[in-house]
């Protein structure tokens, strides 16, 4: 496992609205600091930055599949990551699992919900809601020792946490969380395990998903 691709990105004027989602300016060392990598721009801090989603990381293994459903190649970095990870994916990488890359050691805090901006920027009305039905959406950490990060750095998992609550299972019960309980019966249990670790908006839209009471009308506008 190591730190394929290191990379920040500036904020960009779109169609309507600004964003720094790609991340296209590659490094081969960074800074670390407790909310984000040093010099990476957010436009919107409302729903991205802070303590739980100081770092956003992908897995190169789902390139392949984006580049299949685009048409188009893609450089690292393309689906808003800073960490281009290999050997690591939403399958395998846990709520709450502590990682050290270099000096720098960080905890797994949640995943992407992906938005409607993504469509937008790759230019395909289908796109968000395949990462959306699909779980490949990456996943945030939070930042429990600040350092420098190195490209091509080796991945240490320091600790796999007890719940073992993968990115991907979480995406399942946030897109269909009825399928999903009825698959898994012990998914919301694990969940509720993580009361701690995980934020609270993501115990209360799962919760309201449940409840049929949480909007995704933007969802269905794609």
């Known amino acids: 496992m190591k730190l394929q691709s290191l990379q920040i990105g500036n904020i960009k004027d779109y169609k309507n609205f600004q964003s720094a989602f790609l991340k296209d300016i590659y490094l081969q060392y960074a800074k670390v600091e407790t909310l984000k990598i ?14 739980n989603k100081a770092i956003f990381a992908n897995s190169c293994q789902n390139y392949p599949l984006w580049e299949k459903f685009l048409n188009k190649k893609l450089n690292f970095g393309a689906m808003g990551e800073n960490l281009s990870l290999n050997g690591m994916h939403e399958c395998n990488v846990c709520i709450g699992d502590i990682h050290k890359i270099n000096n720098v050691i960080l905890q797994v805090s949640e995943p992407r919900k992906p938005c409607i901006k993504i469509s937008l920027i ?78 609270k908006n993501w115990h209360d839209c799962i919760q309201k998903r449940l409840n049929n009471t949480y909007d995704i009308s933007y969802m269905q506008k794609l």
Not at 38 to 51: L, S, V
Not at 166 to 183: C, M, T, W, Y
């Open 38 to 51: 040093q010099g990476d721009e957010i436009a919107d801090t409302k729903h991205h930055g802070g303590f």
């Open 122 to 199: 790759h230019n395909h009305k289908g796109f968000t809601q395949e990462i959306f039905r699909s779980g490949l959406s990456g996943w945030y950490y939070k930042v429990l020792e600040t350092g420098e990060l190195h490209a091509q750095a080796n991945i240490t998992i320091l600790e796999k946490n007890e719940v073992n609550l993968s990115i991907l299972e979480l995406n399942a019960l946030f897109f269909n969380p009825k399928n999903s309980v009825k698959q898994n019966p012990n998914i919301l249990s694990k969940l509720e395990k993580l009361d701690t670790l995980l934020s």
